[in-house]
T-cell receptor, first 119, second 115 residues
């Protein structure tokens, strides 16, 4: 079964520190995408990144970087020089085929990691 | 593109009452999804529409829950005879393409508190 595990429930860092959020997943699919979403206190889930299983190159976007390793089924997310505005809950998600087999997908989310950046 | 809108943002209701939430997706998105998120958990899938057809329903969606998308545009989620366990954030999302590739755009959610 598809499963996403975010073992870190809460992390606190001091502003300007680097922080890495871990995500480990289980899937039977041979090709798949993975997602990270951010949920600030306002509640809206904001899309951050989508990666496919073909591409294991690390990706950097500004202060964000992602390390995808298919061999260990991990898709970790690093924030460099954290800022107070980064305080949010971060979710890793994996598309899951609907049980009906109709071909549509749902997203299976991890439980999230709450990041608090202290000024 | 005004994003996905949900109304109301907050709802407090007494146990046993019925409640209805509304979601307006991004206008060109033909796929619409409802998720439920309880405290400390990730969102959990409830149901999926493609245009006006409800194609998927989670077993989380008990018979007290009903969702509609009558004209393939906005959607409503109704909970009848609410219970305290229904207290959660109800999230709506929409997409133009298959979510497995492109993901969703989420609304800000409706936070339901059953007292």
């Amino acid at each position: 079964a598809q499963k996403v595990t975010q073992a870190q429930t809460e992390i606190s860092v001091v502003e300007k520190e680097d922080v890495t959020l871990d995500c480990v997943y289980e899937t039977r699919d041979t090709t798949y995408y993975l997602f990270w979403y951010k949920q600030p206190p306002s509640g809206e889930l904001v899309f951050l990144i989508r990666r496919n299983s073909f591409d294991e190159q690390n990706e950097i976007s500004g202060r964000y970087s992602w390390n995808f390793q298919k061999s260990t089924s991990s898709f970790n997310f690093t924030i460099t020089a954290s800022q107070v505005v980064d305080s949010a809950v971060y979710f890793c998600a994996l598309p899951t085929k609907a049980p009906s087999g109709a071909g549509s997908y749902q997203l299976t989310f991890g439980k999230g990691t709450k990041l608090s950046v202290i000024p | 593109d005004t994003g996905v809108s949900q109304d109301p943002r907050h709802k407090i209701t007494k146990r046993g009452q019925n409640v209805t939430f509304r979601c307006d997706p991004i206008s060109e998105h033909n796929r619409l999804y409802w998720y439920r998120q309880t405290l400390g958990q990730g969102p959990e899938f409830l149901t999926y529409f493609q245009n006006e057809a409800q194609l998927e329903k989670s077993r989380l969606l008990s018979d007290r829950f009903s969702a509609e998308r009558p004209k393939g545009s906005f959607s409503t989620l109704e909970i009848q005879r609410t219970e305290q366990g229904d207290s959660a954030m109800y999230l709506c999302a929409s997409s133009l393409h298959e979510v497995g590739v492109y993901g969703y755009t989420f609304g800000s959610g409706t936070r339901l508190t059953v007292v």
